[in-house]
Structures are given as structure tokens and as C-alpha cells.
């Protein structure tokens, strides 16, 4: 991973000068004033760990996986949200870790924290580094220290149950060699999120994952049926059947707990066979409205297909959609729909054509293979677009949130409303201009789905506080039109506090009663999730 940006520095994109050009035309985007800070310029903290500290977690690990060079320290400073980026790019690597251990087993993962509570050690679970959300950023006031717990070595595919269709894998796969593991038995998870290159099992489990294929193969808490997590207190063994009337399904606790409850170490996992045939289309709908009731329509009455996502007004003019015709239809007009089927021929072929009918009788417009193809090809991406976007000097950013279908449209307003004034130009005579909103809806349910936005801006002066600004008045914008803070980015520090008015006084009580007999120390992410 790049430690300034994402994913691999080879595939980083430069944007065209008629890109650039239209940035500056259309938002008023000017070139940063300073280059970013190069790795050597990243500011880091002196280790704050004593001698005796890290003695004792060499001997919990090993030597040689207890590290606290400067490249692994700063390689796991802080995740991949744009606020973390512009501070890494400012050479700001004030909230690195002291030391980074690498831990081989369950075991060794119980005696770290044994060791980090005795010695009063904060302890930041790290598994891709791919948060958005602020969930790796640990509150380290009144702790002797902080570590980052990386799982790269627990990466075993330790069984597979084809009866059950059950597989046990470690947290610290990446979601791509998972895949690969699973392939040699014919079999896939189908969880493909935008950070699949690079996110592990145990992120996906512990933020509540939920992938692009999501409307097929579910949301990756739906495949959990089975986990083991190391606490300061002991071992948790969670799962023992598909469904359980056993008192409240404790599973629940760890999944979404963003490791303030627990250290993941291994997980069972539903698996469904690969599938034969892939494919992918485009349809069109007139506006974002009628799409949406397409969508309802399918996700309540079906047929479901595997990839259901549509893009609004603004982000199918963008970049969704090719522009000129395809299949003798104006793309570049309307919605976008993409719409993938994953399974057998037969099965494939059954529910396009059940879908083709219901969405052409709601006014939809096929596009054919084309947009459906290039979706696919280029689904990992966008990171990789947002980055070139920072240079440039625009604030780039994402947020996501759900709520049930009656409320999407208010919601989807406010979010837009929202992020137009709070990142707009505060002189309106201004160079700067309106931003740029975009937004596409995904993981369907029969009850609702999820709004995925984007936003393009121009850069202040400060961009950090202009989108910490932002954040916070969205964050109050989506609770007041009752969506959730999150489907699945997760909480974080950024949304904690918005959390709380999600889940009320009493809410927060419970989690803190929980934090409280799992970790009594604290020990474990200080900061994140617990308001």
C-alpha cells in the first residue's frame, strides 16, 4: 500500500490537462500551494515504549516481529480516508504507533494483550489499513504507549466443510488471496467491496463489510456463522449452528466492533460454489426516482440479481456512462443502472430475462454489455482516481449511509443540501464554485438500501477542517432524516459521535458496559466506536 494514498504506486493515475482544466473552470480548483511531503519528511513522534515493555513483547511474539522502524511505523499510521491522506501528505505522522507486532497465533495474540494491559499499552488491531471512517487513529492520553497489532501472519485457510459449505479462515488474509484459497476448492465468498485488493477478513467482520455483489451473495456479517476472538479477559467462542434461539446471538457483539471488544483470530465463514457464467449490463432509467422504484421493485418482488447499483443524474453524467450512444441510446442522459448476474448458466439466463421484462415495463432502457463490462473492469478504481483529484488540489471525499425505501428521498436531499452549502464557496464572488455531489444507491433490501455519495470541491486553505467541517453537519443532516450513520464504512472516530444519537443514552450504555467487562483497561482502540 502506498502510505500517502492507495493501493499499489504503480497503478496511480495522472489526471489529463483537460481535466485539470475543467477543475479549475467548473470548481475552481487551484494547484496546492506546496508538493506533499515525501517519506522522509513524515514527522514522527520518538518511541515512547520503555526497554521492559519491549522486552516483554518480544518475548509474547518473537523478536523478530516486534518492529519500530520508521517504514513500518509509518505504513501503519492512520487509514485511507481523505483527512488521513492530507495529513499524511503534510508529513504529519504524529499519530503513528510506537512499535508494530506481528503475532503468529490466537495464542500469542492473548499474550500481547496481557502484556499491553499490564503495561497500560493501547493496542490498534490493523488488518488492511483501509478505514475510512478514522478507525485506526487510537486516543493515546493516559497510556504508557500505543502498538499496532498487525494479523498479516495469521493468513491460513485452516478448513473447509463442503457438507456445511463452511470454510475457517484467518483474519489476516486479504480478501484477494482469500479468494485464490478458495478457488482450489471450486468455492468464493462473492464479497468484493471497493477495497477487496487490499482489505482482510477480519477488517470486513469487525466494520461490517459490505460488497458490491452484496444484492447476490449478502452483506459479509450474513456469512459470518462462526468466531473466535482473543480479550484482555480470555478467549470468546461464538457459533455453533446456522440459527440459534440460545439467548441473543452473541456473534453480534464482535461484528461491527471495529476491534474495541476484541481481537478477531479466526472466522467461519459461509461459502457458495463459483460460478459458471458472469455477466454484467447497463440499463437507463429517465431519472433517479424511477430507478429507484425499479429497484424497489426487483429487490421486493425479484428476480435478484447478483450486482444492482444505480447511479444518479450527476454521476452518471460524469463517469458512469459512455458518452455518445450505446445500443442507439443516448448514455450520457437519465440514470445509469448496472445490473451483474454470478451462478449457473441456466440460472443466469432465467432471472435476465425475468428482470429485462420487469424493468422494461417500469420504463427502463437497455444499454446492453458495454456500461456492464466497464463497470467491472474498473471497480477497483476510483481510490486510485481520488488520489490524482488530492494533487490536483480538490477535496475529494465519500460517505455513505441507509434507510428504508419511503425515506430515501428525503435523505438523499438533505445529504445533497448538505454537502452543497457546507463545502460551497464562502464568498460567492468568489473562484470557488458549488461542489460537485454525486450519488449512486446499492445494497438492496426488501425494506430499503444504502446511498453512496461522492463530493468534489476545492481545496481551502485549511482542507482538513473544511471537511471535518463538512462531515459533521452531514453527520446531523442523515440522523435527522433518520438514515443510519453508516452501512458500511463503520464508526469509527467520525461518526462516534452521531452514533450516540443513533443508539441513544441507554445504547451507549450497554456498549460501554460491555467495553467494560471485555477490556477493563481500555486497552483495546481507545477512542473508536464508544461514545
Keep these: 500500500m502506498l502510505w ?33 511531503a515525501s517519506f522522509g519528511e513524515v514527522r514522527l513522534g520518538p518511541v515512547a515504549l520503555s526497554p521492559l515493555v519491549l522486552a516483554d513483547l518480544r518475548k509474547a511474539v518473537g523478536a523478530d516481529h516486534v518492529r519500530f522502524d520508521d517504514d513500518t511505523r509509518i505504513r501503519h499510521t492512520r487509514g485511507k480516508s481523505t483527512p488521513d491522506l492530507l495529513r499524511m501528505r503534510a508529513g504529519d505522522g504524529s499519530q503513528a504507533p510506537d512499535a508494530v507486532l506481528l503475532p503468529g497465533s490466537h495464542e500469542e495474540v492473548l499474550e500481547v494483550l496481557r502484556v499491553c494491559e499490564r503495561h497500560q499499552v493501547a493496542v490498534v488491531p490493523f488488518g488492511g489499513g483501509t478505514s475510512v471512517v478514522g478507525g485506526l487513529a487510537a486516543d493515546r492520553r493516559g497510556f ?18 463442503t457438507e456445511s459449505m463452511i470454510a475457517e479462515l484467518e483474519p489476516g488474509l486479504r480478501a484477494p488471496q482469500a479468494e485464490q484459497l478458495l478457488a ?18 477480519g477488517g470486513f467482520a469487525a466494520a461490517r463489510s459490505s460488497g458490491q455483489a452484496s444484492a447476490g451473495y449478502g452483506r459479509f456479517d450474513d456469512m459470518v456463522v462462526g468466531v473466535t476472538v482473543a480479550t484482555p479477559r480470555g478467549t470468546l467462542e461464538f457459533g455453533r449452528a446456522p440459527k440459534s434461539a440460545a439467548g441473543p446471538d452473541l456473534r453480534q457483539l464482535v461484528l461491527g466492533s471495529e476491534g474495541a471488544f476484541g481481537v478477531i483470530t479466526s472466522l467461519r465463514l459461509r461459502v457458495r460454489r463459483a460460478p459458471v457464467a458472469k455477466v454484467y449490463e447497463g440499463w437507463r432509467f429517465a431519472s433517479f426516482k424511477a430507478g429507484t422504484a425499479a429497484l424497489r421493485r426487483l429487490a421486493q418482488d425479484g428476480p435478484t440479481p447478483t450486482v444492482l447499483r444505480l447511479s444518479d443524474e450527476t454521476e452518471t453524467m460524469v463517469g458512469l456512462a459512455k458518452p455518445g450512444e450505446i445500443g442507439g441510446v443516448q448514455a450520457d442522459a437519465g440514470c445509469l443502472a448496472i445490473l451483474g448476474y454470478e451462478g449457473e448458466d441456466d440460472d443466469v439466463a432465467h432471472r435476465r430475462e425475468r428482470t429485462a421484462g420487469t424493468l422494461s415495463s417500469l420504463g427502463g432502457v ?9 463497470w467491472a473492469h474498473g471497480r477497483f478504481a476510483a481510490p486510485y482516481l481520488r488520489d490524482a483529484l488530492l494533487s490536483a488540489g480538490a477535496t475529494v471525499e465519500t460517505l455513505e449511509t441507509a434507510c428504508f425505501w419511503s425515506g430515501i428521498p428525503r435523505l438523499y436531499d438533505a445529504v445533497r443540501l448538505v454537502l452543497s452549502v457546507a463545502l460551497g464557496p464562502a464568498d460567492p464572488a468568489g473562484e470557488a464554485a458549488a461542489p460537485l455531489v454525486m450519488c449512486h444507491l446499492s445494497h438492496v433490501y426488501a425494506t430499503g438500501a444504502s446511498l453512496y455519495f461522492t463530493v468534489v470541491a476545492a481545496q481551502s486553505d485549511d482542507p482538513v477542517g473544511q471537511w471535518a467541517t463538512a462531515k459533521r453537519a452531514v453527520n446531523e443532516a442523515i440522523v435527522l432524516a433518520g438514515g443510519t450513520i453508516s452501512h458500511h464504512h463503520g464508526v469509527g472516530t467520525d461518526h462516534r459521535a452521531a452514533y450516540a444519537e443513533e443508539i441513544g443514552e441507554l445504547g451507549v450504555e ?6 467494560q467487562r471485555l477490556d477493563p483497561a481500555g486497552i483495546l482502540n481507545p477512542g473508536i466506536l464508544i461514545p
Design 184 to 201: 482450489g476448492h471450486g468455492l468464493t465468498l462473492g464479497h468484493f467491496p471497493q477495497s477487496y485488493e487490499y482489505a482482510t477478513l
Design 144 to 161: 504508557a504507549g500505543v502498538v499496532a497489532l498487525d494479523l498479516a501472519r495469521l493468513d491460513r485457510l485452516v478448513s473447509v466443510d
Design 4 to 36: 500517502s494514498g492507495w493501493g499499489d504506486p504503480a497503478k496511480a493515475t495522472e489526471l489529463p490537462q483537460s481535466v485539470r482544466k475543467l477543475l479549475r473552470e467548473l470548481l475552481g480548483v487551484r494547484e496546492p500551494a506546496a508538493p506533499p
Design 366 to 374: 437497455y444499454l446492453g454489455p458495454e456500461p456492464g463490462e466497464a
Design 510 to 515: 450497554i456498549l460501554r458496559a460491555v467495553k
